[in-house]
């Protein structure tokens, strides 16, 4: 009885039903294998942020992609894999603002 009452009255909200955000999507490149993998260093965490600005322009720069591995939320442990370079991207530098956490 209750659980029919509950869907009363979120359609009684929500009458047209959502089908998620209308985002448009990005078509996607494969990239191919990584020239270059730079592992998590220090202690484990949670990815809590990115900063795509910052990466986005380092990789231009190089003329290469940057792909982060984790997701935002994701525990990563200490050697984990946390960027893969591609292209000219693998030039980077280690110690770069846009890989240090």
């Keep these: 009885m ?3 009452s509950g869907f009363a009255v979120i359609e009684s ?16 490149h494969e990239v191919g294998p990584a020239d270059r993998v730079i592992l998590h260093q220090g202690a484990s965490g949670i990815v809590l942020t990115v900063d795509l600005a910052t990466l986005t322009r380092e ?20 050697d984990e894999p946390l ?4 292209g000219g991207a693998h030039t980077a530098n280690d110690e770069t603002h ?4």
Excluded at 13 to 26: A, F, H, M
Excluded at 59 to 78: H, K, M, R, W
């Design 83 to 86: 960027f893969r370079l591609h």
């Design 13 to 28: 909200v929500y009458p047209e039903p959502s089908l998620g955000p209308d985002i448009p999507k990005r078509p996607r």
């Design 98 to 101: 846009a890989f240090r956490g």
């Design 2 to 4: 209750w659980q029919n």
């Design 59 to 78: 990789a231009e720069s190089l003329n290469g992609v940057i792909e982060f591995v984790p997701q935002v939320g994701d525990f990563v442990a200490v």
